[in-house]
């Protein structure tokens, strides 16, 4: 990029002032640098579940060599440093979206990132993928996790590659959390992750019982980014000289010393690389490729020319849906609405049987005597529970809990879709029944002569408006089973959209989509309540 190459030529001073030159802020900032020198803070997303690039320490503040990169950022800037954690999947978008400054997040410099956002040049670092499993596995090489389940985190420039050309079967997680737990529960055979990562965990933890494959694929250099319209402004032109000053003056390897990753052989390169007077002004070329470090990782490519109605879509509305003739998007983003809608009307059929049992299992030992509250005992305790805890806990309970013990003791073990279709419908379900159990009592009061049966379709009638509400949230809820790796419709646009998806389409689509399921949940209630009243005519 010729902009980054003059900018780092001017302000380091590489055509005959020497490498090691200190960076200066510009006199005239503009944009969004102009702005941070104003409000006087530098706002920037890092990852904190990756260390020592990011991590917590043992007080919640966050630590580790990016936060270090971004205070030498603000420090040079004269202003304060505010630090924001993000994951893969939204480091763009908050970005994009202004929430923060300046991404130095474990970023893998990619070319569908490249069109998405400033990424920076030089690069800083470099990682590869490797695959991380208990030490007595059978798996050696990647050859031998074709065809398995591997725990994946969401956002990773390399998921598809892995999918589509090594053949793993991708469990999505949303972050390193959830997929080192899926894991340790049996849910895959490996997690694959950056080896900077995976290595550095094995390090630290070497009783852990865990180890990483030795095979190392798809190294692809890491990249600071600014929002994309300031990659050739004041800001993207000082962080990209800043980076250039870091290798020419050996700052990264320090901080490899420092949080005791060990020098790497990229910065090693690098610093030599910069450390030249002049080895890295700009040429015919740009900025030649040994001070680049290695080229962004390329973009998937289908080979089909898109239909002419999707292009022309696109350039006179701007709906983007050149994802959708790829058929790799197009067959995630189908199976993401099959899901959706399968585990929605799971969800519901669930909550209703949930309910008119438990409702009316209510109904019909009050009064009982001594026995009939013993045996409410148990339903209460169901109710309660299932009411008053976050569904979200609940599968993670389910899920890795009572899911991992399961399998590591070779019974069978509930899969993502079971443990979600089961919460949902416990969480609404437990809902409806104090619903029920509710309507049926007044009804009772009403008509005490009549049996519990026969006062259930007029119970309905008058607990229709709860219930109804109850079913309709635990469809809006059906998002959280991406927690578990169920790649249901909103964790789909999700994967599509970090990997350059048009995200205005695809969050538009989702309200449109989510619209129109809830018109039909409404429309199929209202008929349930014709026939229900109807039989009980």
Known sequence: MTWAV???????????????AEVQLPEAPDGRLAHILQRGTLIVGVKTDYPPWGMLDAEGAIIGLEPDLAQVLADRMGVGLQLVSVSASNRLGRLEQGVVDVVIATMGDTETRRAQSGLLEPSYYSSGVVAYGPEDRPHQSW???????????????YNRTLEETYGVEGRYFPANRE????????????WAFDDTALVQRVLTNPEDGYSVMEERILVTPWAIAVARAEREATLGRFVSAMIGEWHATGALLALERKWQIGESAYLQALNRAW????????????????????PPFPAAEDPATPPAWITGLRDTTGVD???????YTRGRLTQGLGLTLALSATAILGALTVGLLLGTMDAALRGRGWWGRALLVPQKLLVTVARMTPPILQMYIVFFGLGGVLAQSAMITPGAFATAA?????????????LIAHALALERAAHPEAGVWALLPRAFQRAYDGLVAACVN???AAGMASAIALAELVSTVNLIVSEGGDVATFMNGLLVFYFLLMLGVLWLFRRLRRWILGAGA
């Open 275 to 294: 450390a030249q007077p002049g080895a890295c002004a700009e040429g015919p070329e740009g900025l030649p490729p040994v001070c680049q470090g290695a």
């Open 179 to 190: 997929a080192k737990m899926a894991l340790s529960f049996g849910r895959c055979v490996a």
């Open 6 to 20: 003059r900018a780092l030529c001017v302000v380091l001073g590489l055509l005959g002032q020497g490498a090691g």
């Open 321 to 327: 849906l050149l994802v959708l003739h790829e058929a």
């Open 143 to 157: 050859d031998d996790l074709r065809g398995q389940p591997v725990c994946m985190t969401q956002g990773a420039y």
């Open 474 to 476: 635990i469809v809006k």
């Open 422 to 434: 089961l919460i949902l419908s416990l969480y609404a379900g437990s809902t409806n029944a104090v």
